[in-house]
């Protein structure tokens, strides 16, 4: 019988440590291409949209704004991270830094760190909301700081949501997201250094202070002026050889119930006369008797109306002595990125333009935002059945008379209490500040065109038995998978 020849291992020495030393170069081959990619995305950025919400590119504006910061910008993400905007914040705010490196990035999260958070608000609680913690994002450089409140970066809307029964259940849901133009803006006020210098005038028997705390101070709207690089203080007199400052780049008037008198009226002509800017905001309080102002302003080409507007038609919940503004001007810098946003304002008086006028082109001034078509005027309740005019915008006219040492620029509201304390933070109020302000002073060019990102909101509807299947895929169905895979190969090398 013969002998059956006998079977050679099936791995010889030589093999075996020729596949150890194969599994060695593949590890560090792996190893190498994990560093490379690293460094290489560390160096060159590129972002590819994984999904509907990602945005494709940022603007041209903001790219060419980064491409030209040489000095180095330092970033605090002053924000609660379970904040449904924070990851969005820090995506958007790291696709800056990889464009440009002299921006660095640091995160505080206000109730996690309370020591780091004392000391962010030691260097920078002048800048901020000195009432509350909140979220803001703050930006320092070598020229200056700015501060963006967390509150105007985005934009929600109430939806209601699947209920049983009569009774109807809403729910917040985000709309909008206004990041890229805030901090863009930000960045190029404090690339750009010192604050514009604007002066705020309380008139006799206004109740709106600059300073005050209580629901009809101003505090809050000056930490608004304040996110737009716009350092504000009090001008206490007006009267006689008293002119606006030379260095006022803005002056803000909230007429009480006595108003302007002459004197002080002329003196605002004449700073509007050689290129000043104002921001008055009126009161139904002080409807009579007539301000010296109104003249003032009409030569402008702004009609300031003596009633009191209300609309049945849109109002809060609360009250229907509120006025809820939804359209705006969309040809006016000023207001034109507020499509889409809404403003409450309180009792608001008609702020409307001249038909005719002799001494200017009545063109020259334009209407920035309306009622609804069934508002009413002067206590009655017959509907006008076209918008009423609530707030107008002068850019300088053609005006006889008029020194052309600039561009006299003027925003007139028929209602001051919607920015005081108490208002300030309802709805979209605060956002209207933050661009008014902006546009009076010239500080918006550079983002013109930088729109609000749509937000996108995808639901997945499952049943309980659904849910329950997708959970048990998860926890024995992939791991089970694996280990059979991992079994059968064992078994076929074992033959």
């Not at 590819?48 to 590119?57: A, G, H, S, Y």
């Not at 302003?297 to 809820?324: M, Q, T």
Request: one cysteine or more; charged letters at 20%.
């Amino acid at each position: 019988m013969a002998k059956e020849p006998s079977r050679k291992p099936s791995f010889s020495l030589q093999q075996r440590w020729g596949i150890f030393f194969s599994v060695l170069v593949s590890i560090g081959a792996v190893f190498a291409l994990v560093v490379m990619v690293n460094y290489l995305g560390a160096r060159y950025y590129l972002r590819f949209p994984w999904n509907m919400q990602t945005r494709k590119e940022l603007s041209s504006q903001t790219v060419n704004l980064l491409k030209g910061l040489t000095n180095d910008v330092n970033v605090v993400i002053y924000y609660n991270k379970n904040d449904r905007l924070y990851d969005m914040v820090k995506d958007l705010l790291d696709e800056y830094r990889n464009l440009n490196h002299q921006i660095s990035i640091r995160t505080v999260n206000y109730l996690a760190d309370p020591g780091d958070a004392a000391k962010i608000k030691e260097a920078y609680g002048n800048l901020m909301d000195p009432l509350m913690d909140t979220n803001a994002v703050i930006f320092v450089s070598k020229s200056g700081t700015n501060v963006v409140s967390g509150e105007i970066l985005s934009q929600s809307v109430i939806v209601p949501v699947a209920s049983e029964g009569e009774q109807h259940e809403y729910r917040d849901k985000l709309a909008k997201f206004n990041g890229e133009a805030c901090f863009t803006d930000a960045i190029f006020k404090v690339m750009n250094g010192r604050p514009a210098r604007a002066y705020f005038f309380e008139p006799l028997g206004s109740h709106h202070r600059l300073d005050g705390q209580d629901k009809f101070g101003y505090q809050k709207f000056k930490g608004e002026l304040q996110n737009v690089n716009i350092d504000v203080t009090n001008l206490p007199d007006l009267h006689g050889s008293n002119a606006v400052p030379a260095d006022c780049k803005l002056l803000i008037i909230a007429p009480g119930p006595y108003s302007l008198d002459h004197e002080e009226a002329d003196n605002v002509a004449k700073y509007l006369d050689h290129g000043g800017h104002l921001f008055v905001l009126f009161n139904y309080m002080g409807r009579k008797p007539f301000s010296a102002l109104e003249p003032v302003l009409a030569k402008w080409g702004i009609a300031v109306g003596h009633d009191v507007v209300r609309d049945f038609e849109n109002h809060s919940p609360d009250s229907s002595y509120d006025v809820v503004v939804k359209t705006f001007n969309k040809n006016n810098p000023a207001v034109n990125r507020l499509e889409g946003f809404y403003l409450l304002l309180v009792l608001p008086r008609t702020i409307g333009t001249t038909s005719k006028n002799e001494e200017m082109d009545s063109s020259a001034a334009k209407p920035l935002a309306w009622t609804g078509t069934k508002a009413t005027t002067n206590e009655t309740s017959v509907t006008t059945g076209k918008p009423v005019p609530l707030m107008a915008a002068v850019e300088k006219g053609d005006v006889k008379g008029i020194m052309d040492q600039g561009t006299t620029r003027i925003i007139a509201v028929g209602d001051s209490d919607f920015l005081d304390n108490q208002m300030i933070g309802a709805v979209d109020n605060h956002a209207f500040a933050w661009y008014a302000a902006s546009w009076l002073v010239g500080q918006t060019q550079l983002l013109q065109g930088i729109a609000p990102e749509n937000i996108k909101e995808y639901k997945v509807m499952m049943t309980s038995a659904e849910a329950e299947n997708i959970r048990w895929i998860f926890l024995a169905g992939m791991p089970g998978a694996i280990l059979l895979l991992g079994s059968l190969v064992w078994l076929r090398r074992r033959r």
